[in-house]
Nanobody
Framework: QVQLVESGGGSVQAGGSLTLSCSAS????????MGWFRRAPGKEREGVAT????????SYADSVKGRFTISRDNRKNTVYLRMNELKPEDSAMYYC?????????????????WGQGTQVTVSS
């Protein structure tokens, strides 16, 4: 069973930074790609950033390019999202998502397994 454990959310002022973490079992990390998604109140869940854990290739939503950085630590089976220059519109529940590797790491529509989510609130 795929289990994703997120941490690192919180409340910050605009311009601040947060780092989210998503950890998985070794088996999950070996067989799935992981990435970050978010859902703001009244909106659909949207992709934020994904990473190919082997090559390190990354993909970002246009709204976060240059501000957010996704990274991974293959020894810890963990994917991170460093968020800088946070804006109020970044406020959302952030979810770690997973997709079987056969689907491709940047096929955002194929992500179908989710962690419990971690709340990020950015005040102006």
């Amino acid at each position: 069973q795929v289990q994703l454990v997120e941490s690192g959310g919180g409340s910050v002022q605009a311009g601040g930074s947060l780092t989210l973490s998503c950890s998985a079992s070794a088996d999950t990390y070996r067989n799935y790609y992981m990435g970050w998604f978010r859902r703001a109140p009244g909106k659909e869940r949207e992709g934020v950033a994904t990473i190919c854990t082997g090559s390190g290739s990354t993909s970002y939503a246009d709204s976060v390019k240059g501000r957010f950085t996704i990274s991974r630590d293959n020894r810890k089976n963990t994917v991170y999202l460093r968020m800088n220059e946070l804006k109020p519109e970044d406020s959302a529940m952030y979810y770690c998502g997973a997709v079987p590797k056969a689907e491709g790491c940047h096929t955002w529509r194929a992500y179908n397994t989710w962690g419990q989510g971690t709340q990020v609130t950015v005040s102006s």
